[in-house]
């Protein structure tokens, strides 16, 4: 084992090296060769392969372009680098709620409302509800503080306690 992996080592002498295709990786003193190999060494090589093929290079651009922004999103503006709720199921509240907290904001920048003065009300009506919702996503216990905010500004969200 090393560094937590599980390892395979070989050890020759220099004289056993002559034509191995392994000579240039090589490391040691000049009497002794010695290679260390990962156990999963083949499975590497597969995926290093598929990554590097042109399905593999297209997938990996239209990951870099969907999913990796979101969930930097979610690790640096959203608080959600460490979970602070106990147990699985109560983290997966946290995440779902930092998901539409996210969404939310998608919805309201992409949503087309005529630029005029009639329509700021609304739309400051949803800024309050998003950042409501931030608070939520930090704070876990304060759902029942949202509903209460929500009914305020006429805007219903079903909960169960």
Do not use: D, W
Not at 135 to 157: D, E, G, S, T
């Amino acid at each position: 084992m090393e560094n937590g992996f599980a390892t395979h080592y070989y050890h020759a002498r220099v004289k056993e090296c002559g034509v191995c295709a392994f000579k240039k990786q090589c490391c040691g003193n000049k009497r002794r060769q010695s290679l260390t190999f990962s156990v999963y060494r083949h499975y590497h090589q597969r995926m290093q392969q598929r990554i590097e093929s042109k399905e593999g290079k297209r997938m990996k651009r239209r990951r870099m372009a969907t999913v990796e922004p979101v969930f930097g999103s979610l690790l640096n503006y959203y608080g959600m680098k460490r979970s602070n709720a106990k147990g699985k199921q109560a983290a997966h509240k946290m995440m779902l709620m930092a998901a539409c907290a996210y969404n939310l904001q998608k919805l309201i920048t992409c949503f087309n409302h005529p630029r005029a003065k009639a329509q700021v009300l609304p739309l400051g009506q949803e800024l309050a509800l998003y950042f409501i919702l931030l608070y939520v996503v930090q704070q876990p216990r304060a759902l029942l503080q949202l509903n209460r905010v929500c009914k305020r500004i006429n805007f219903f969200i079903p909960i169960s306690v």
